[in-house]
């Protein structure tokens, strides 16, 4: 059996249907469960459909009118997920938030950053903002950690 990894194009995937053919195909390949996550409380909260790939370090967030809204990926081992391989993907990774920084200002994008802490956890984040979706890196203050690929609402 060969190792050629296949690239991974997640930005290809974010406003997709969750029964495109793209979409679907990913799905099964990986044996990924839809979970459906309803408003339980009756606030008017949008339904949302999750799919999660713990091999793949990867988790999908549909919105309400199953289309593919957001992307997960955990780079390290929490919650005993295998962290995800960016190498061979359509998304950029950096070592840094000067690193991200330097890429924007290359770039010519629009870039939020900050620290917070959320759960007694450092989020140490910036974003990088392009035209129809955003990336967020989550540093924790040392390394990438998680990166959320995100559709941009307005699309």
Known sequence: MSDVRLKMNFLSYLGKALKSDELL??????????????????ENIPDQYWATCLDLGLQLRFDDHQILR??????????????ADLSNSDIPIFGSKQDVRNFA???????TEGETEFFGAKHDWIRLEYSDHSI?????????KKVTIEKNEKE
Do not use: A, C
């Open 25 to 42: 195909d990913l799905l099964e390949t990986h044996d990924m469960e839809v979970i459906y996550d309803f408003d339980r409380s009756h």
């Open 70 to 83: 957001t992307i997960f990926l955990s780079l390290n081992q929490d919650d005993g997920n295998t962290p």
């Open 136 to 144: 967020h890196y989550d540093f924790d203050g040392g390394p990438l």
């Open 105 to 111: 200002s290359e770039n010519n994008l629009k870039t």
